[in-house]
Structure formats: C-alpha cells, structure tokens
C-alpha cells in the first residue's frame, strides 16, 4: 500500500486517529444526545455504502491514520458493520463506541472479526435514571453486554457523562462497578450541542469529579500523551482504571490527533466546528484521488488551534451529538 504524506495542521499537530460514524440513527435518545424532538434521520441513500467508507478509510490508511473508532448514532444498527469491522481491522486497530444493547449477539463475532475494544456508553448504574436519560429500559441489556464482551476478551472501556442533579452522586459507584469488573470507566464534562439542553450550571467540572472518585478509592496517576483526552488513574489494588475528561473546563486542543466523517461522509475536524468537504460526493462525481487528498488537507488546514468558550460554543449553529458521531 503506497503512503503518502501524513496528516498534519497549521499548528503542526499530527493527525493519526480516524473517527467514522457509520450512521445517525440510534435505538436511545439521551438527553445529551439528541434533540427532545424534531430528529430527521439521513435517507439511506445519503450515507456512506460500505465500499465507500472501506475506500475512505483506505485511503485515510495511506495518509497516516494508526487507528479507527466507528461510532454513531448507533453503529451495530448498520447492516454491514461487523463486514466493515472485518475490513478494517486487517489494517489499523478498530474500536467501536456503542450503547451496548448488541454485545450479548455480537461480542465473540466482533472479536474474531479483529475488533480492538469497544466503549459502552452508560451514564446511570440505577435502572430508573438510565432509562429516564435513555428513554430506553436497557440497563440490564447494557450490564449483560458489558459482560459478554469482556468474556469475549475484547477491551471495555464505559464512558458515563456527568451532569449535576442527576448523576453526580454515582462518581464513587462508577468506581466500585471499574474495580469489580476489572475494566475501565471514563467521566465526561456535559457538552453544549444542538438541542441537548446544556447550561452551565449543569456541568461537573473535571476537578469535582475526581475528588469524588478519590473519596471511594486510592488513584495512583497514569502517564499519558500529549493526543489524549483522558487523564488517567489506576485503582490501587485493582486492575480498574478511572479517567476523566475535561472537555468544557480545561481545554485538551493542543495535542488533538483527530479527524472525523459523518454518517454522510463529511469531514469534520473539530466536534465544534461545522462538517467541512463531502468526501462522499466526490467519490460520487469520480474525482480523482488527488483532488480527494488535497480536500481533506484543505479541511485540515481550517483546523483551530483551540476550540470556542462555553459561551460561543452554545451560541454556534452545531450539530447535536448524534449527527457528529462523537
């Protein structure tokens, strides 16, 4: 396979992490998520077809990408998705970020299909919360798929959205449930996105949160890298890792790796700045590879260095989350 020059930024950050949202449409409606109402989900005919992500992919490959996160909307409802996985997978880790409600079916295929790991999306351990925020009864679903895939030797990782009044006070649960499955859980900032309701006083900063997770267990800090998003800490005395990510009260832009297609197959290369290029419709029109290539460093090179204040961020004509893919 023929490299070419790698992806880098005007602030020369490299961009090796490729995020690819195999569809909008998902079997849950968190509140965080999406919209209360008003969602048109994308006419079939208008996201990528499988060859056209696989090429996409491909290419992206070739550009530098060490690695893929397929994502949603929720991913396992696409068809093809575990073809797409088997794919992918023979060239770079593949991970997928899912709701969880398919891993009792799907774990030992994903796994011997390649898959790396998968982040299962679980914002509430009670069953009253979770379907309140979901609008889904799916926890015992979710719990039971945590399991299975852990059986299946794939990575878990769950990612819980903290937001005050409504789970804060499960910080310290979150630990113990990491500590008793030897897996692990990241807490994430509440983000401003289109039609999510967000307000400041909704958000648990970063700080708050791990002293709440100091207060149920000893952390020992992990070293990290300057492209993650995580800071995280091992449990003592445990195989559990806790991490958290601060997304709104301390920016992590100045080691950013990544770059996303929507469900639709346009570049998006901040969560909060608009999709850029239809790399689908130029693979549509025939363009050539070069032109292509030269799209997605032009994408690239409007890249921020930093994403918008809390303020400008809810003042911004965004997508909601689950249009962006995460």
Same mark, same amino acid.
């Given at each position: 396979?023929?490299?070419?020059?790698?992806?880098?930024?005007?602030?020369?950050?490299?961009?090796?992490?490729?995020?690819?949202?195999?569809?909008?449409?998902?079997?849950?409606?968190?509140?965080?998520?999406?919209?209360?109402?008003?969602?048109?989900? #994308?006419?079939?005919?208008?996201?990528?077809?499988?060859?056209?992500?696989?090429?996409?992919?491909?290419?992206?490959?070739?550009?530098?990408?060490?690695?893929?996160?397929?994502?949603?909307?929720?991913?396992?409802?696409?068809?093809?998705?575990?073809?797409?996985?088997?794919?992918?997978?023979?060239?770079?880790?593949?991970?997928?970020?899912?709701?969880?409600? #398919?891993?009792?079916?799907?774990?030992?295929?994903?796994?011997?299909?390649?898959?790396?790991?998968?982040?299962?999306?679980?914002?509430?351990?009670?069953?009253?919360?979770?379907?309140?925020?979901?609008?889904?009864?799916?926890?015992?679903?979710?719990?039971?798929?945590?399991?299975?895939?852990?059986?299946?030797?794939?990575?878990?990782?769950?990612?819980?959205?903290?937001?005050?009044?409504?789970?804060?006070?499960?910080?310290?649960?979150?630990?113990?449930?990491?500590?008793?499955?030897?897996?692990?859980?990241?807490?994430?900032?509440?983000?401003?996105?289109?039609?999510?309701?967000?307000?400041?006083?909704?958000?648990?900063?970063?700080?708050?949160?791990?002293?709440?997770?100091?207060?149920?267990?000893?952390?020992?800090?992990?070293?990290?890298?300057?492209?993650?998003?995580?800071?995280?800490?091992?449990?003592?005395?445990?195989?559990?890792?806790?991490?958290?990510?601060?997304?709104?009260?301390?920016?992590?832009?100045?080691?950013?790796?990544?770059?996303?297609?929507?469900?639709?197959?346009?570049?998006?290369?901040?969560?909060?700045?608009?999709?850029? #290029?239809?790399?689908?419709?130029?693979?549509?029109?025939?363009?050539?590879?070069?032109?292509?290539?030269?799209?997605?460093?032009?994408?690239?090179?409007?890249?921020?260095?930093?994403?918008?204040?809390?303020?400008?961020?809810?003042?911004?004509?965004?997508?909601?989350?689950?249009?962006?893919?995460?």
């Amino acid at each position: 396979m023929e490299t070419l020059a790698p992806l880098v930024d005007r602030f020369g950050r490299p961009h090796d992490y490729l995020r690819v949202s195999l569809t909008d449409r998902c079997g849950f409606r968190c509140r965080y998520c999406m919209p209360d109402e008003g969602v048109e989900w #994308t006419p079939q005919d208008q996201l990528m077809t499988t060859d056209e992500i696989l090429h996409l992919c491909r290419l992206f490959v070739r550009l530098g990408i060490k690695r893929i996160r397929l994502t949603g909307g929720e991913p396992t409802l696409r068809r093809d998705y575990m073809d797409i996985v088997h794919e992918l997978s023979g060239l770079v880790p593949v991970q997928i970020t899912t709701n969880g409600t #398919t891993l009792v079916r799907d774990a030992l295929a994903l796994a011997d299909a390649g898959l790396a790991g998968v982040n299962v999306s679980c914002d509430s351990l009670q069953r009253d919360r979770f379907a309140d925020i979901t609008q889904r009864d799916a926890l015992p679903e979710v719990m039971a798929g945590i399991a299975a895939a852990q059986s299946a030797g794939l990575m878990v990782k769950v990612n819980a959205v903290v937001i005050r009044g409504f789970n804060d006070d499960e910080v310290g649960d979150f630990v113990r449930f990491a500590v008793e499955r030897g897996i692990e859980v990241r807490f994430i900032e509440f983000m401003p996105f289109l039609g999510n309701n967000w307000k400041a006083d909704s958000v648990v900063p970063a700080r708050e949160i791990r002293e709440s997770a100091h207060r149920a267990a000893a952390l020992t800090p992990l070293p990290g890298t300057p492209s993650d998003v995580a800071t995280d800490f091992a449990v003592e005395g445990s195989r559990a890792v806790v991490g958290f990510i601060s997304s709104v009260t301390e920016s992590f832009c100045s080691g950013c790796n990544r770059i996303r297609l929507t469900a639709e197959g346009k570049v998006k290369t901040c969560l909060f700045l608009p999709p850029r #290029t239809s790399l689908r419709d130029l693979l549509r029109q025939g363009a050539d590879e070069s032109d292509i290539v030269q799209s997605i460093r032009d994408d690239l090179s409007t890249k921020w260095e930093g994403h918008p204040s809390m303020k400008s961020w809810t003042q911004r004509d965004n997508l909601s989350m689950v249009q962006i893919g995460g």
